[in-house]
């Protein structure tokens, strides 16, 4: 009896099996719809729609639709260079304060430095434009850096190209609905000409922009996001600030992030558009192309998210294909550019939309914002396949998306300057985006989504079947990995 109890109680060798991994379960947590991504999305969209979207609505019509490009492009310059220093170090204050916080503060500044161009444009004030440079370079630097989080970091995997895209539309919609108030406002037959946009257009985009800082706070914790998938948000943040300033600094070293320094420096450079509208077309031709060039950004946001999500390629394939596709079409707008630019360098006209060659200089911006969009939706989709883990997304946005703010205060700053034709900012920028190519294909061929790593790691998770060593080890309680819980 006693031999047929220990028989019992002793684990048979030819019957045990080995410990299986199981997937996690999903909590369950009753469904809220302002929990999911979708929601999530259409905050940070509508933030980024009334607050930095009716900003480039401003700059869509070259020089915020100030007579002369130069004051504008000083406050810019500033408003980039200290948005460069925020977006740096952003994402130890995100990680600190929260996003939602972060947002909001990310959201205050743009109505100041658009009640600085009111009181310039309507009363010639200059103190004013300074000040809501400073305020709203502060609240841009925390503005990126929250929304590049949340939009990189809160869809699934699958779904990020169509998530950054609902988060472009709405930052795109922004200029589309500011220029079509300023084109409603100027189109009359005595906007022909070179000019200012009238005061009254400012004075709508203030009362807009001051929505965005309530709905900031509509944005949900990375802890409570609720993914269709049933996927959580990966957390990881540091203990203290000291701590999020010493992972800061380990992840500015990474090679990967110091070769792709060059192509965010590189992306929004060509800030000489802004110049180049108000050199050669009329008040209200300004504002139709601010009005209808956002188009042109749409539709090339829709079609490189439509291929980053295209499931029968990889990842990697689909990065490796856009990388190549990027390159196309800026070999085709530098090329048309320059062509239009040294026409109109010989004989500079001032158009209107009713001339004849107003469709072939406005062609020139259609362009440019068509490559730069697919060049930047290409971007953050490579960044967004690196880490799954949202503290640390944070900080590749913050440096990467610092750097492309430095980027734009040189070129702002180099565009106070009324050069001949153009030629300088053109050439400056084209030499810069040539030099990114190699390093950025560096980091293509380099690269190992994050969906694939992890797929390594699920295969050499798989259970094996169990051996008879293996069964005797388990038998006697020495299973394999027993300690290390």
């Known amino acids: 009896m006693a031999a047929?109890?220990?028989?019992?109680?002793?684990?048979?060798?030819?019957?045990?099996?080995l410990p299986t991994s199981r997937a996690p379960s999903t909590d369950d947590v009753p469904r809220k719809w302002y929990r999911s991504g979708l929601f999530n999305a259409f905050v940070i969209g509508g933030v980024g729609f009334l607050a930095p979207g009716l900003w480039n609505a401003m700059n869509d019509l070259g020089a915020a639709g100030a007579l002369d490009p130069y004051l504008v492009n000083a406050a810019n310059a500033l408003i980039f260079g200290l948005m460069g220093f925020l977006c740096m170090f952003g994402a130890p204050i995100a990680n600190r304060i929260g996003l939602a916080w972060t947002l909001f503060l990310g959201a205050v500044g743009y109505p100041i430095y658009s009640a600085g161009l009111y009181t310039n444009n309507r009363y010639g004030n200059?103190?004013?434009?300074?000040?809501?440079?400073?305020?709203?370079?502060?609240?841009?630097?925390l503005f990126w850096v929250s929304e590049g989080t949340v939009a990189l970091g809160y869809p699934e995997p699958g779904k990020r190209g169509k998530y950054m895209n609902i988060w472009l539309w709405f930052r795109t919609g922004g200029p589309m609905v500011g220029g079509a108030i300023v084109l409603a406002l100027n189109n009359s037959a005595s906007a022909k000409k070179k000019g200012k946009v009238g005061y009254q257009a400012y004075l709508v985009f203030i009362?807009?922009?001051?929505l965005a800082c309530p709905l900031a706070l509509a944005l949900s914790p990375p802890d409570k996001v609720q993914r269709s998938d049933g996927s959580k948000v990966i957390i990881k943040a540091d203990?203290?600030?000291?701590?999020?300033?010493?992972?800061?600094?380990?992840?500015?070293?990474?090679?990967?992030v110091l070769l792709l320094l060059p192509i965010f420096y590189a992306a929004y450079f060509n800030q000489y558009s802004g110049n180049f509208k108000t050199y050669y077309f009329g008040v209200r031709a300004r504002a139709l192309i601010g009005f209808v060039g956002n188009f042109g950004t749409l539709l090339s946001s829709q079609l490189i998210s439509m291929f980053l999500d295209y499931k029968r390629l990889s990842v990697k394939q689909r990065i490796t294909f856009g990388f190549y596709y990027v390159i196309a079409l800026h070999i085709l707008a530098w090329i048309y550019g320059w062509v239009i630019q040294e026409k109109y360098t010989r004989n500079p006209p001032v158009m209107?939309?009713?001339d004849s060659g107003f469709t072939r200089g406005f062609f020139v911006i259609i362009l440019w914002d068509f490559a730069r969009q697919s060049l930047q939706n290409w971007l953050y989709y490579l960044l967004a396949t690196k880490t799954d883990n949202i503290s640390e997304l944070s900080r590749f946005s913050g440096i990467l998306r610092g750097q492309e703010s430095f980027g734009q205060a040189v070129s702002f700053g180099l565009n106070t300057k009324?050069?001949?034709?153009?030629r300088v900012p053109l050439a400056v920028n084209t030499i810069l985006l040539v030099l990114a190519v190699y390093p950025t294909w560096l980091v293509v061929r380099d690269h190992v989504p994050v969906e694939a790593a992890d797929g390594i790691a699920e295969e050499n998770m798989i259970e094996r079947v169990p051996d008879l060593e293996d069964k005797k080890v388990f038998a006697k309680g020495e299973a394999a990995g027993a300690g290390n819980l």
Do not use: H, N
Not at 239 to 256: G, H, I, P, Q, Y
Not at 418 to 422: A, E, F, N, R, V
């Open 239 to 256: 203990k203290s600030f000291k701590d999020e300033v010493k992972a800061l600094w380990r992840t500015s070293k990474r090679k990967d």
């Open 418 to 422: 009324k050069w001949k034709g153009g």
């Open 126 to 141: 200059v103190w004013f434009v300074l000040v809501g440079a400073v305020a709203c370079g502060v609240s841009a630097g």
């Open 352 to 354: 209107d939309w009713e």
């Open 207 to 210: 009362a807009l922009q001051c």
């Open 4 to 17: 047929s109890e220990a028989a019992v109680k002793r684990p048979s060798i030819e019957d045990v099996s």
